[in-house]
């Protein structure tokens, strides 16, 4: 009976021992930790753009004959976050129908220009030192009715931050901050013409758009 009593008491002191090595072996080890950083920023940027004629008509000329022309200045800005690719001149009709806007022969047809810079005067007598052709020629402007490209190249922003991500996208630009251009509004030449045009109007709106850049891998 004393050597059951004398075994039950050594276990349990073997058991103690035990735990208080557990314990102790518990506390033993290193550890760290390290709190998660707050500052992990996401933020979508902006494809705006912006006219100096907002609420006014770029190219406007009543009681037209054959031949006629009228001629207008547009700035449009990149005001922008972002770069805008595939820049987009949409004329769209925002009266009825006539023979000025869906006859190509005989109806209104369009021309325009570019300059890298404002350009100098007015109307049809501004100037540029290098102009270049953007939709049709002086001599073959196009049916005025359409979604025309105008630029192959990105229409870029001048924020920092679209400058730093362009380069690493590999992005070309066209034009950066605003794109001036010249735009011009005719009728055909007589001969071209018949009286089926007289006493006829249209209304146009003229609208700049494009898109996004392609995604990248930052």
């Not at 021992?17 to 707050?38: G, H, K, N, P």
């Not at 690719?85 to 220009?113: E, F, I, M, N, R």
């Not at 102009?131 to 190249?153: L, M, Q, R, W």
Request: charged fraction near 10%; glycine fraction near 8%.
């Amino acid at each position: 009976m004393k050597n059951n009593k004398k075994r039950l008491l050594l276990s349990l002191v073997l058991v103690s021992l035990l735990a208080t090595v557990a314990t102790f072996a518990t506390f033993a080890y290193f550890s760290s930790s390290a709190s998660a950083s707050t500052g992990n920023l996401f933020a979508p940027g902006t494809l705006t753009e912006t006219t100096d004629h907002p609420a006014t008509g770029i190219v406007t000329l009543a009681n037209m004959i054959p031949g006629d022309t009228s001629t207008g200045l547009v700035t449009v800005n990149n005001t922008g976050s972002e770069d805008i690719t595939l820049p987009l001149l949409t004329v769209a009709l925002t009266s009825a129908t006539s023979l000025l806007d869906s006859d190509v022969t005989k109806g209104l047809h369009l021309y325009v220009q570019r300059c890298t810079v404002a350009w100098t005067g007015v109307g049809q007598a501004a100037t540029c030192a290098t102009p270049s052709d953007v939709v049709g020629t002086s001599a073959v402007p196009v049916p005025i009715i359409g979604n025309f490209s105008v630029g192959a190249n990105a229409f870029c922003s001048t924020n920092p931050l679209a400058i730093a991500q362009r380069v690493a996208r590999g992005d070309t630009c066209g034009i950066t901050g605003s794109d001036y251009l010249k735009v011009r509004a005719n009728l055909p030449e007589p001969g071209v013409l018949d009286n089926s045009l007289q006493g006829l109007s249209s209304t146009f709106s003229f609208t700049f758009s494009g898109s996004q850049p392609p995604a990248h891998n930052f």
